[in-house]
């Protein structure tokens, strides 16, 4: 049985059943003759549905938003937020993929060479909890309008978010069976995920999630020779310059460090500050995050919720500990609370230097990093100091110096004086152990098709 648990009263809210090897493989059967048939419905009918599961969203908001904030334990306006943008990036592949997908014509020594992009049939998504509709709708929308059919392999503890999610691209009239969710036993997770990339019917998967899921998954495509997208973990450099406007800065950092509880693969984690500034940019920052509010999900007065599961809360509290004993300052936060629920407080640590976890390691909380730099060249050489290289951001008022540190930063996006997002209009990914691939814009789209060329000779 798979168990959902508030994170916030730490009570049960229900248990599913989960599939076997006899399950899955009807459900992919199943899933192949929908691809099939969808292939063949042309862009225009399949916008249609993408178009309804987009109003579906916006009028059905509250209903889904609060099965996010009781699952994983994301502040309710910020749930309702989340599943309004799956609506946006659903209208956006609506209006646009017939344009992504056109065919390019190519002159070949004066004759004519044409490139179609044609669906690949069933692709398998992995996907995790901290955004349990929109990591998933900005998958699903792109791979759906491109022709193909999806199955989800869902995080266990959001199983009511993924049923919902079933629910609705039925209910928005997509083909029955061309999205479908597997619910698999998390200690079977790793046989039946490598089963299911394995089979036929799967012709291309897609990750989100900890860099190591990744690696296990790329592993298992690779070995079947299908094609991969992995969205992974982040340790996003925010470099505030001295020239920096740090009433801005801090702005942009706090709300990109408390979104979601600090719970996002691109949320500000290391605020690499020049040494000039960094005194005022702690105090301001202190003065902020010390005032925020953590509590009930459905309070709207709340910043930060739980943390979505008890051990990801004290893998977090021991990476503020372990920085700590390594000689780390911790300004404010850093102790877990005496309440029920699996809650972390918003905390900053400064002093920090290599060896200690909370400079090498992501933290998935409310945990706020500041790391002295000494000039430009060397922000960049502590930014680039990771494994990873997803988000990062630049804060100066000088346009041409914030762009030059970020045209040599290591990372998938950077964002100049201002919070990383993802957006549909704009490529999302990473490099290094941040993953490969992109997701979103007509890149994203034309992950999980087959660019075939033809010749007329």
């Known amino acids: 049985m798979i168990l959902t648990i508030n994170p916030a009263t730490e009570e049960i809210l229900a248990e599913y059943p989960v599939m076997n090897s006899a399950d899955m493989e009807k459900l992919l059967e199943s899933a192949q003759h929908a691809a099939s048939v969808w292939k063949e419905t042309p862009v225009t009918e399949r916008k249609v549905a993408m178009n309804r599961l987009a109003d579906l969203l916006r009028e059905q908001k509250d209903e889904h938003a609060t099965v996010i904030s009781r699952e994983m334990g994301k502040p309710f306006k910020e749930a309702v937020s989340e599943v309004v943008k799956c609506a946006w990036v659903c209208e956006f592949y609506a209006e646009h993929a017939e344009e992504f997908l056109q065919n390019e014509t190519v002159d070949v020594d004066g004759m004519t060479g044409l490139v179609t992009f044609e669906p690949l049939g069933v692709v398998l998504g992995v996907m995790p909890w901290n955004f349990p509709f929109w990591q998933v709708i900005r998958f699903a929308a792109a791979i759906m309008m491109a022709g193909n059919g999806v199955v989800i392999k869902h995080a266990p503890n959001v199983t009511g978010s993924a049923i919902a999610l079933e629910s609705l691209f039925r209910e928005a009239g997509f083909p029955l069976n061309l999205y479908r969710t597997l619910h698999i036993d998390l200690e079977d997770v790793d046989r039946m995920v490598g089963e299911i990339i394995a089979h036929p019917v799967i012709k291309a998967v897609s990750v989100t999630g900890s860099t190591g899921a990744g690696m296990a998954v790329a592993e298992k495509a690779g070995r079947a020779l299908k094609r991969s997208v992995l969205e992974l973990g982040g340790n996003d450099p925010y470099v505030v310059l001295d020239d920096a406007n740090l009433q801005q800065a801090v702005d942009v950092c706090i709300a990109s460090r408390l979104l979601n509880t600090g719970q996002s693969c691109i949320a500000a984690k290391r605020f690499i500050v020049h040494h000039a500034v960094k005194s005022r940019f702690e105090e301001m920052l202190l003065e902020r995050m010390g005032e925020t509010k953590m509590g009930d999900p459905f309070d709207p007065s709340v910043r930060i ?153």
Do not use: W
């Open 305 to 457: 919720g739980p943390i979505a599961r008890k051990d990801l809360r004290d893998a977090l509290h021991r990476q503020v500990e372990q920085s700590r004993e390594f000689g780390a300052k911790v300004l404010c936060g850093g102790e877990i609370p005496d309440r029920k629920g699996f809650f972390y407080p918003a905390t900053i640590v400064t002093d920090v230097s290599p060896g200690m976890a909370v400079y090498a390691e992501e933290t998935f909380g409310p945990v706020a990093t500041v790391i002295e730099a000494f000039g430009d060249d060397d922000a960049i050489r502590i930014a680039n100091d990771s494994p990873y290289g997803l988000g990062s951001a630049v804060f100066s008022s000088d346009p041409e110096r914030a762009k030059a540190v970020a045209g040599r930063l290591d990372a998938g996006n950077c964002f100049i004086n201002a919070m990383v997002k993802s957006d549909p209009r704009l490529p999302f990914g990473g490099i290094k152990q941040s993953g490969y691939g992109r997701e979103l814009s007509r890149y994203g789209i034309r992950e999980f098709v087959n660019a075939k060329s033809m010749f007329f000779g």
